[in-house]
């Protein structure tokens, strides 16, 4: 019997007066925190005879400093890498040959791992990940090895991905003062140049239990999750929490421009970056909303000024959830023969219009539809309910704001969409970035 | 990310392979020998089945599976038609078609129905592959009785509005350049162009710049009569709704689509070109920064008894993280961020494929180390314990892949497709189990190429061009040429 997702859709069901009301209640998360300041989150579901496993990591490329940036994406490819009873290799081979996979990723906040594995195989992957949390190995050669392979994923992303090409300079041009300014991936240069030091620090400071969250969502049973959890993971020490990341990014007082030339681009592509703060913020639904009205569907606002009108091949925005304040980006690609400066002016006209002229009610509930749909979506598996659980957990300080976020979501009006853009999507807190084949030269 | 999103694209494309495996039991493969069962206990990855489906046909000839999922309460309806790029005389027809069935219908606009399906919150898009065309869609159960409607217009009576179109044909003919500008969203392109050549198998889903250039509505018009017709659609339904109410509404939606005519496919079986020596295709792209190549030659249809077999083995060359090749490239030498290979099958035949990419001077150490990996197979085989890993990794990764309403319902759609049934999913796990050493060894040296390999390399020619006449006889075009042509 597959359980039903109303365990977490009660709010839901209330605040969009949606269907499938037959809710049960958030208590389906089960949770514990261990003697060492582990939290682990549970939610049992049977539907298929697998579960996950997802270990959130409270370091991202905001507790970098120059010199070392990159190094936490560099140590998520590190733990890898062999450990005391798993050596080189052995992670991955043992999971594999349990039937399990796994990967993960880091962005500017947090360091996840994901497993996903056969249920049966539960206890291996405590073992696997106790293993590497404990004692990690981190030795020299596969150090050198990982280098390349990271230096590789970077120009890759570079040769294949225009927004890579440019989001990564118009950050370092956004922010002059905050991590944030740098890519995850890292500079070049400090990819060819951590030193073991660094990286046997950064294990012990960032990787000690006190600073994890973890989750586990499938067929699993939660008295077996606790055991398991104390007997492998309760007698790994707790640390002294990392400090904290104290430099506060000034405000913007005027707007910046940046340019980047790859020859092969066909037409110019636009990027616009807005100063936005943080998830905790009470704005963040209403920029979060807004960004939806712009950007989602051909009935947005960016599709119908943009591309139905033969300006930008494609339009799209995106706001990153993030613990510091970050940047709200606005994206648009040239059609043939159109400029970047049309399509600049294009962009920042639609976004001026909402600032002037708001948005309608019907926009607004068209979106709220969109945000109940994209939360089905997301918990239609095993894995999505792991990852949205966590990321409640981390970034708005409690996984029950899951319950709570339709709540905030409907509680958003159209004069708070359009005091946000007012407040945030206005020239002097942006910054402006061109990538094209050719730069124009002076005259 | 320890993988890459070519990895992943390629994995996505293995997966393909191994959802749409052949439903015969390797058992039933005539001229070889019932494989033994292996003579280790097998990993225990639990048990799994496909839910219950329903399958049957209208009036007219419309093919429909319903399968009643009631997680979320979200419906899925995706409808198949037989016609794709196979069907293509100018080139870009089916994947036109498909596009400009959202450009307006039912007496609604093209704005009017993007409307509608976004204040749902809803999803509605159209698209077309090889050998098919797909209209997808889902949407919140409480609104079936507004999304069906505009579906069955969509599909059955689309406008075609001109000057909608006009737009369209300019978007995709400037899609054609902005692709271009990542090598690896067009490599498997210009792979097929090498592989089959003017077979239809070749020809890209997307056209080229000529071909979509001299695209009228007559000619999508002509596309859409000769293939959307009821007895050659196949609709699926998956997700939270009651059986009996949804067969009458399909019934009222889907009924009055008549049949105009008999549909005639190509004899896709036919003039498959032979492989005769090693080639190259090296596509410069004048600033590029990596090399990114895939190597391979022909592969295994659809149909193929051997196709789940064939994926297990292949998971140990190329197809998960510790598989040799990403073994080799990534963990020991630090040549690239990953490295992999896949079957890639069609009705009528297929490609293998390994797929990775490195910095332009490394080059020729990624290609000779690729080689030099992938001839293990014959020289070295399949040792017990690799193999039992490799099954254990192949069952325990099955069950996610069939979680959600739009992974069933594309199941469903491809089982229409390419003709197989639900023996492939719920006799997979036993044929895993089945496989043996001896088993491997026949699979490596009847279906992975050896001989006269094919390679596509795209990167900056200036430095590579020597490296690439190394492997073969050497093409070279350049990327912002028209098309994926091998000439």
Redesign the interface.
Known sequence: MKRTLSALSLSLGLMFAATAAQATTAEDVKSFTLDNGMKVMVLEDHSIPNANMYLFWKVGSRNEVPGITGISHFFEHMMFNGSNKYGPKMFDRTMEAAGGANNAYTTEDLTVYTDWFPANALETMFDLEADRIANLDINPQMVESERNVVASERTTGLENSNWRALSGPLKGVAFQAHPYSWSVIGHESDIHAWTLDDLVKYHKTYYAPNNAVVVIAGDVQFDNVKKLSEQYFGAIPAQTPPAKVRTVEPEQKGERRLFVEKASVSTPNVMIGYHTPAAKSDDYYALDVLSSILSEGNSSRLYQGLVDKQIALAAQTYMPTSFDPNLFYVFGIASPKVSAETVEKALIEQIDLIAEKGVTQHELDKVKNIKLMNFYRTLETINGKANTIGTYELYFGSYKKLFNAPELYNKVTPADIQRVAKTYLKKSNRTVGVLAAKEEMDK | ??????SKQIKSCWLVALVLGSSVALSACNSTPAPKIAEVAA??????SLPQYEQYQLANGLTVYLMP??????ITIDAVVRAGSVNDILGGEARLTAKSLMLGAGGKT??EI??A???????LGSSAGKEGSYLSS?????DLDVMLPIISSVLTSPDFDSKEFT?LK??EI??L??A??????VIGRYFDKLIFADHAYGKPSSGNRDGLKKQDISRLKRFYQSYYQPQNTAITVVG?FDKAAMKAKLKQAFGQWEMLSQVSQPNLAVDLPELDRNRVLLVN??????T?FLIGGKGVAYDNADLVGLTVVNTILGG???SWLN?EL????????GARSAFIPYSKAGVFRIST???SDTTEAAIDLALETYSRLWEQGVDQATL???K??V???F??K????GQLAGLLTNMYLYGFDDSYINDFQAKVDGLTIAETKRLVSKYFPQDNLQYVLIGNADNIGTVAAKYGTVTQVD?KDIGFDVK
Do not use: C, H, W
């Open positions: 990310m320890k993988l890459s999103p070519l990993v225990d990855t639990g048990s799994f999922q009631k997680e979320v309460p979200l093209k704005a993007e409307q399906v976004d204040f749902l919150g809803a999803s889902d949407f919140m159960a409480k737009k300019e978007r400037a899609g350049s902005q271009k500008e990542s090598p690896r969203s939270d792209k004048g600033d590029a920064i990596e990114t998960r993280f510790t073994d990534r963990v020991n030498a630090g040549l690239t961020y990419f490195t910095k039992d890993s490799a254990a990794y069952k325990g990764q069950p996610p069939y979680e959600t309403n990327i």
